[in-house]
């Protein structure tokens, strides 16, 4: 039994672990709805104007960094420096947990893609700020328990409640919720 539990954990693991975008490990954390909405093919968020602001802070940003907006698999990493630091841009700190999670989830896809442990640093070039990132035992942990989450919500039939935040006033999919 305990033999057949592990074995389940382990082809749970495999089954989830590279799947998601960076994007939806930040929507798991802003709200499970607008992930679900997202996951589902429902992607309004290029007309949203704190999108565009964001496309426009990352042209602007970091211009002469030679790896930028490097693409491997499933992720898109906003640029990467001296082949050991990847880094992501932010506006502000306001959604501090999705930033984090979603740079560790970089620095887990990379390590179980490629093999390469590497570091990560979140830039918030507005406030002159950044955030070193490491991805410990711990947070690897962490992160698969998310992304097994992540399969749960995005398997169901329909899209959770909404639940009134202070973002919804700024998201996309608001008069899916609001009206
Ligand atoms: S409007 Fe609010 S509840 Fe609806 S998807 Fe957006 S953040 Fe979630």
Request: contains cysteine.
């Amino acid at each position: 039994m305990e033999n057949k539990e592990t074995i389940n954990s382990i082809l749970n693991i495999v089954k989830y672990d590279l799947y998601f975008t960076g994007t939806q490990i930040n929507y798991y954390f802003v709200c499970k709805r607008k992930l679900w909405f997202f996951s589902h093919n429902m992607e309004l968020e290029s007309e949203s104007d704190v999108v565009l602001l964001g496309k426009l802070l990352h042209e602007q940003s970091y211009k002469s960094k030679r790896m930028k907006e490097v693409t491997i698999e499933r992720i898109k990493i906003d640029f990467i420096d001296r082949a050991e630091e990847i880094h992501e841009v932010k506006r502000s700190r306001k959604m501090e947990d999705a930033h984090l999670y979603q740079l560790l989830y970089y620095l887990y896809f990379i390590k179980h893609y490629t093999g390469k442990v590497m570091r990560g640093v979140i830039d918030y070039p507005l406030l002159r700020k950044r955030a070193n990132i490491e991805l410990d035992e711990g947070k690897e942990k962490e992160i698969q328990n998310i992304l097994q989450d992540i399969s749960r919500i995005v398997n169901t039939d329909k899209p959770p409640e909404e639940e009134w935040k202070k973002y919804c006033k700024a998201c996309a999919y608001r008069e899916l919720c609001w009206c």
